[in-house]
């Protein structure tokens, strides 16, 4: 892999002109920027205070963490970690998944995008997959997502254009704060039951609340409300609209997926997941019949050289060649990292790809 570093100071910009395969940035101590490639040098423009860079291959590039970051086109998938300046994304022709920044802006992404552990504002032009959010610490603004959002602790307001999947979101939401949704499939609210939120809708979507909960007519629509209303949810177009209230939110270690999957909200997402599970089952199931095979002829071996008068044992039920259990624990590792929501569906697929490449 070709590698390349520049001493620059403790808040350098960083563009990336372009990148032809994946793009992984991420945020160090080190006052410096190194850039890495799989296939010919990166061509680098290195100045006073700005790095420019261009790729046509995958790159991995580490830069300081107080630096600014700007990626205008990436053809495979982009990945952002730990950069305290402000990230500007052009156009990302895959996924994109971005954690543990200050400011971040996007204008589109064809694949699914996860954003979490953002300071302030995101604004996010267009994503073809679906949206996950969560952990953000500033108001949020989405043109347009092609499949399913799912937010957690967004407390700050959110503007939605349009959603074409379902929406669920599970958050506390802050005193003046305004959030607009538009939804093409159902909608799924939970939050906290001293939370001062009022929820507007128009009187034709159908409405579901849990028991206590009253939704009262003012004109066209009908309006709910928790606590003093002092934050507004106005939700303008949805299948169906579900309101919960929850005093408490389920462990760190459950994944998005499954508060959403609780209404079916997620089912997409669920099937997917089954099909990576029974993947990992066929997979599991075929390294056993193996072992069984090898420990069978292993044991008419030890019959033969029993019967030419020589001394042999061989222990049944004994641990599998290592080559076996080391494949077989990786792909219940990628299992256990998709439910838990630490990767996605695609990321679980290629890693299960990847080993089977590798076997």
């Known amino acids: 892999m070709a590698s390349e570093q520049y001493v620059v100071g403790p808040s350098p910009h960083v563009v990336v002109v372009e990148c032809a395969g994946s793009l992984d940035v991420r945020g160090s101590e080190r006052e410096e920027v190194k850039v890495q490639s799989d296939s010919v040098p990166c061509k680098v423009q290195p100045a006073e205070d700005r790095i420019e860079v261009c790729c046509m291959g995958n790159c991995v590039i580490r830069m300081p963490q107080g630096g600014s970051l700007e990626v205008r086109r990436v053809h495979g998938a982009l990945q952002i970690q730990d950069v305290v300046g402000s990230v500007r994304v052009g156009t990302v022709y895959g996924a994109c998944h971005v954690r543990r920044v200050e400011t971040l802006h996007i204008e589109g992404a064809q694949g699914e995008v996860t954003l979490r552990e953002v300071g302030k504002e995101v604004a ?33 307001g959110i503007t939605v254009g349009h959603v074409g999947g379902n929406l669920a979101v599970r958050s506390r939401f802050e005193a003046g704060t ?38 009262f007519t003012e004109g066209e629509h009908r309006v709910v409300t928790i606590g003093d209303g002092a934050a507004v949810v106005r939700i303008e177009q949805a299948v169906s609209v579900r309101i919960k209230l929850r005093d408490d939110y389920p462990l760190e270690d459950e994944a998005i997926f499954a508060f959403a999957a609780s209404e079916g909200l997620d089912q997409h997402v669920q099937r997917l997941s089954e099909h990576v599970r029974s993947r990992v089952g066929r997979h599991l199931s075929a390294a056993q019949r193996r072992v069984e095979r090898a420990q069978r002829r292993a044991e008419r071996a030890a019959q033969r050289v029993r019967g030419a008068g020589l001394h042999f044992s061989f222990a049944l039920g004994g641990p599998p ?12 590792a990628i299992l256990k990292m998709l439910e838990e929501g630490k990767i996605t569906v695609e990321q679980a697929q290629k890693l299960l790809d990847a080993i089977e490449g590798g076997g």
């Open 124 to 156: 996010v032009g267009s994503v073809g997959g679906s949206l996950y959010l969560r952990d953000i610490g500033g108001p949020i603004t989405v043109g347009e997502v092609g499949g399913e959002l799912l937010g957690r602790d967004i407390p700050y």
């Open 178 to 215: 305004s959030s607009t949704f538009r939804v093409g499939g159902s909608a799924l609210f939970r939050v906290l039951p001293w939370t001062g939120v009022r929820f507007v809708l128009p009187a034709a979507i159908p409405l579901k609340l849990e028991q206590g909960m009253e939704a």
């Open 321 to 332: 060649p290592a080559s076996e259990p080391v494949s077989d624990r990786e792909r219940l």
